[in-house]
């Protein structure tokens, strides 16, 4: 079993920045790649960016500029800094750890529970 925990969450007046982190634990080798997605009222969740264990980033272009998200494998963790907030970037933000390389020599995809960000105007 794995478990990611998220934590970073809040209220902050736009233009103001958050840093979101989520650490994985628990049974695997690897994880290929982990991510942000966010959801708002109402909305679809939606990709807001993406790191493979070899550094490599993509991002929404609704974010692009602002935020930027890095990864510790050693500490199984990945961040998300979030600059020059908006009322737009208002959602639940889940982390997602993808081809997660379990003990039961299995690739599973894993979800956070989510972390709320809302940014006042």
């Known amino acids: 079993q794995v478990q990611l925990v998220e934590s970073g969450g809040g209220l902050v007046q736009a233009g103001g920045s958050l840093r979101l982190s989520c650490a994985a634990s628990?049974?695997?080798?690897?994880?290929?790649?982990m991510a942000w997605y966010r959801q708002a009222p109402g909305k679809q969740r939606e990709l807001v960016a993406t790191?493979?264990?070899?550094?490599?980033?993509n991002y929404a272009d609704s974010v692009k500029g602002r935020f930027t998200i890095s990864r510790d494998n050693a500490k199984n963790t990945v961040y998300l800094q979030m600059n020059s907030l908006n009322s737009e970037d208002t959602a639940v933000y889940y982390c997602?750890?993808?081809?997660?390389?379990?003990?039961?020599?299995?690739?599973?995809?894993?979800w956070g529970q989510g972390t709320q960000v809302t940014v006042s105007s």
């Open positions: 997602n750890a993808k081809r997660v390389r379990t003990y039961a020599l299995v690739y599973v995809d894993y």
């Open positions: 628990g049974s695997f080798f690897s994880i290929d790649a």
């Open positions: 790191i493979t264990n070899g550094d490599r980033t």
